[in-house]
């Protein structure tokens, strides 16, 4: 039963004559404590997504909904962990957490919310730095901090918008493995924005590819069938985790290059009108846009 | 009238208790000056504790102009100010800011100096080689001016001259000084609010402190105004003192200490206590030993170069203050009577004074129509208050603090007819309208005379 | 299998050296880190020469300063004064301080209990008697000088006068001379023809000429005599302030002997109390006679015995009362402006709308004069409070610890809103911008987290401001203090203002060097006003690059 839907959803900018979609017809169900990666290349839309999942942004058609109930705004039931930490830099480690969970959990006592907000700084190993400021901290150490505090609010989905892609490697590494033994522990609906094809399939349960925008649409999806606990260097070996690998690769190639030959098209196909008064004039310049096709 | 009822209770009040303190409705008082050596009066009865002996705890504060501070006492700031005596009576009659303002004490006489630029004096001293000595004979009149006066006036320029308020005592001072040798120093009215229709000589307003500045710019040429100011400019070379205001009226009333009438009708007693005070500073000012030299002058200079005061330099208070005055480096002369705080029943505040400036608001056509004689009597004894004065004398003679000799002796508060003017014309003040005729230069009020 | 972090392990000596660094960058006095770094041993070859540069250049260069302008200033002078050297400069200050000891002093004896007060009266008295002597010494001294330097003064302005008077009377006997022979010449035309007749014009044109030249001759050898007559000798001048100083003292310990014994608040009180037992005592034991006026008496002599028992001294402000009311104003116009610019900062920086709408306001109120808005607010002010010592305001004010003692007044409340004028338009610019930077990602938390409007407002939108808020506070801070001393000098308002206007009035010797205290007190309490609020932006931005100096 899909506990987190998108259905038939668009979002698009400008004016109702003039729209650019940036995501059309998207169609995802998420199961309840299901892992799902979405993965796409930069640009095509996956911020947006994260936006109308959390109900940050409404879609200008179709409808999100969650257990059922249509989604309508941004609730602490969703958690988000943005791409760029997003910490108030004049709290503390303590004070970033404290604020998320005060606002959630307004009938915790003083030392209720406390025991709480440690709780889930000891979680992310950052109890040596609870009083730091972000500024003073490392970047993975700042992802840490935001992912406690999503982590506090105790959300019953989880949206990762791509929160490990302005770390290092190696960084990079030992948060996955974090985040993937606290999902172990405590289950949990989410969904893990991506552009790291690795990450997806060490992480996820299914893999959905993001096409190109604009209005880009979510593809068929790559299940991942792999057993957990995942060990990420007997993954290596894996033949179903290579295969899979070059699956999804592949793929995503392919879309790229139909995106630049899309492209291209557009160019060869401006108009050629020449205004005769300074009104504007009638032509939709937006309807000779072809849709990106879904490749099969 | 109210205030006459209710120094009455208190001549009943203080007569049966004369050796006790008035029982002042208000005991901490604060009051304005300008910083020029006639404050005199109050500064010494603070610092000699005469307002102290009347149970009064006084602050003494300078005020930048006449304007701000009269417009302090106006609004209640300040209680009560040394003022120019045209002040009380411009502000009744409403010339400028409009309020009733009353005087019971006047602070001193004569005390003003004319000096004019170097270069003007060595004008005058080509067009008059008699000045051109180490002590020249005085009174020095305008008359050495006027040539000056006519080759700038054929240049299409006019002399600039400076004085410090347009109802101050300078300004009619220097006005009949130049009048006197028929230089025209300007009509006021309506329209002209700087008093300059007709003028052969162009006067302006200039802060007593800016003036020698204002005369080494070479803004002005001359200005009259009171003491430091004059023996600074000699002090300093910027300027030649040329005559006094003793000269141009022997014995002129100079400045008043006025407070509003609200403040007279609420509060008497404090009114009187304060005029106790001040007659005692101007006897004490006044002070002589037997061979007539002014005993006390040169502690009150002390008390008045202190920087809360006047602050000026010692010296400089001096030169004017201890009965001298310095007309060139080579020309320092006695005039024992340059300031007068006291002699002559200097402190009185006579109506034919009063009526004395009305007269000279009208010359110059700073009252725009012609009034009546009655009406300058009915203004001076609205603005002047001899009542208060008579009482706090008497109450002073009880306490043996001054003589009964000491009180001065008139009928109906005016002075006789007098001729001390440098053009020897006569003033009675029962005779404005007469007084108003008899000048060549300045308004006439023939109609008034014949009319009423 | 997750690693832990690693912190480095810290002495007691790091920990202190940290903190006393941290300290030094928060305020803002970067210039001492290499000093505390060099305590430290920490690359000592590099902190000399941090301190080279940060320490002893600034110093090398306000000695270079003070050594020009003692060099200088010398050689600048007008008739009105000359430009005071930093040694008359510095003598001016103690002056301007030993006038705030002396008033205290009186105001200190009035209060006095009488043993205290025989002990000070007996050493007042003391020193009255050595003046004497002091003052005898004094006056033979300048006598002698006095003497001394006329004969030098005569010598000196002998030859120019001699010049000039010499010069005087030949011209003038030459002058007539050629008068007269010009008149002989005259009566000999009445016979003569055209010719003659023209070359006499000329003749007279010709000593018009003559007289004119030396008339200009004349004048340059009196301008060179008034020039002499000018000459100071400064042995005089030393031995006049010498005795200056000493006749000062005396008026001083006169007063002040004065205030220690029948003027002093004990003395009046012990006074008004026995009137009071006399009055009293009257009116118990007549036994006929008016008691209405008897009863009067006393009941007005208790009233003057309670007033007498709370009297003061009327002090004189002095420019250390000037300056802490100075900054009393300043403050309160501070957070005047504070109140109304941050509100309105965070309401233009929220809604575009409101911007729009406070957009002409800001552009048209912003760039006018102090010395405009003051006598707009003076007439105000003064609407508001036609009797300032009966206005609520006032009288509430007076019970304010601090503000009672430094009389608010009309005029203190106009200087005051004259500087929250001035200055508002940076903190309310500031603040607008701040409010408006505020990043779109700490929006979507407030969404999360689902803050209402007020909680945002306080966790997310003014924290985030907050650093370009004091940014502008600063500004403000700065450009109201500088509007101050120039609003107290047209409104005459008890403050630093009053003091250089005073003091300019006075025009005494001592006037332009009093000025030039001012300059460094004003400069020195404005920097320490910028530091102060310095220390506030650096606590309040949450990042390591807080604006420096």
Known sequence: ?296 | MRITSILFTAAIISGLAHAEKLAVEKDELKLGFIKLTDCAPIVIAKEKGFFDDEGLSVEVIAQSNWKVLLDNVITGNIDGAHMLSGQPIAATIGIGTKAEVVTPFTMDMNGNGVTVSNSVWEQMQENDPDLDSDKPTHPISSASLKPIVDDMLAEGKKLQLGMVFPVSTHNYQLRYWLAASEIHPGFYSESDVAGRTDAEVELSVTPPPQMPATLEAGTISGYCVGEPWNQQAIAKGIGVPVTTSYDIWKNNPEKVFGVTRKFADENPLTLLALTKALIRAGKWLDETDSSGKLTNREEACRILSQPNYVGADYDIIKNSMTGTFMFQKTDVRDMPDFNVFFKYDCTYPWYSDGVWFLTQMRRWGQISEAKPASWYAEIAKKVYLPGVYMKAAKMLVEEGELTAAELPKTEDGYKPATKDFIDGNEYDGKKPIEYLNSFKIGIKDEGALSGK | MVPQIQFPTLTADLIMKYKILKAIDISGLNFLSPVVRLIAQEDPRKQLHEIGRFIIVPIVAFAAFLFLWSALAPKHRTKAGEVPTPGVVWDASKGVWLFHKRETAKADAYLMNSAERRKTLQQATTRLARLDALEAEANRQISDIKAASKEKFDAYVAPSKTAYDAKRAEFRTAKINRENSLKEKAALLATQGTDARIAYLARIRENAVTTEQEKEQLKLLKTTYTEAQTKTFPEVKKAQQAITKLAEERQFLSKYSEMLGAGSRESKTTESESLLAESKNKFLTATDGDFYRLGNTVVKSEDLLATTETSHYAKPWTLPKQIVRSLLCVFTGFLVASAIAIPIGILCGLSPTFMAAMTPFIALFKPVSPLVWLPIIMIIVGGFMPEPENHWLVKALDHVPILKNYKVDPMFLSSALTVALCSLWATLVNTALGVASIEKDHLNVAKVLRLGFTARLFKIVIPTALPLIFAGLRISLAVGWMVLVAAEILSTSQGIGKFVNDMYTNGSSESFAQMFVVVFIVGIIGMFLDRIMIIFQRLVSFDTAGSAI
């Open chain 1, 1 to 296: 039963m899909p506990f987190l839907e998108l259905d038939n959803v668009s979002i698009g900018f400008g004016p109702e004559s003039d729209r650019v979609d940036i995501l059309k017809d998207v169609n995802l169900s998420v199961s309840e404590n299901e892992f799902v990666a979405v993965i796409g290349f930069s640009g095509s839309g996956k911020s947006t997504l994260v936006s109308l999942l959390a109900g940050l942004e409404p879609p200008t058609s179709g409808t999100v909904s969650m257990g059922g109930k249509a989604v309508t705004r941004a609730g602490p039931e969703r958690g988000v962990m943005f791409q760029s930490y997003s910490l108030l830099p004049w709290l503390t480690v303590f004070g970033n957490i404290e604020m998320a969970v005060k606002s959630v959990f307004r009938e915790y006592s003083r030392t209720e919310a406390k025991a709480h907000v440690e709780r889930y700084i000891e979680m992310v190993h950052l109890t040596p730095a609870r009083d730091k400021k972000p500024h003073e901290l490392s970047g993975g150490m700042r992802q840490r901090v935001s992912l406690a505090r999503t982590l506090a609010m105790q959300p019953e989905v989880l949206l990762l918008d791509e929160p490990l892609s302005a770390l290092d490697a190696l960084t990079r590494a030992v948060l996955q493995d974090e985040i993937l033994q606290i999902w172990e522990q405590e289950k949990r609906t989410v969904v893990l924005i991506t552009n790291d094809v690795d990450e997806a399939i060490l992480m996820a349960d299914r893999i959905i590819p993001l096409t190109m925008g604009p209005a880009a649409t979510l593809a068929e999806p790559f299940p991942v069938t792999l057993a957990r606990p995942r060990d990420r260097r007997a993954l290596n070996d894996s033949i179903e985790y290579q295969h899979l690998k070059t699956d999804i690769t592949t793929y995503l190639l392919d879309l790229n290059r139909e995106a630049r030959s899309l492209r291209s098209k557009t160019i060869f196909q401006m108009p050629d009108i020449a205004p005769r008064t300074f009104k504007l004039p009638p032509v939709k310049l937006g309807g000779n846009r072809k849709p990106a096709s879904r490749a099969s």
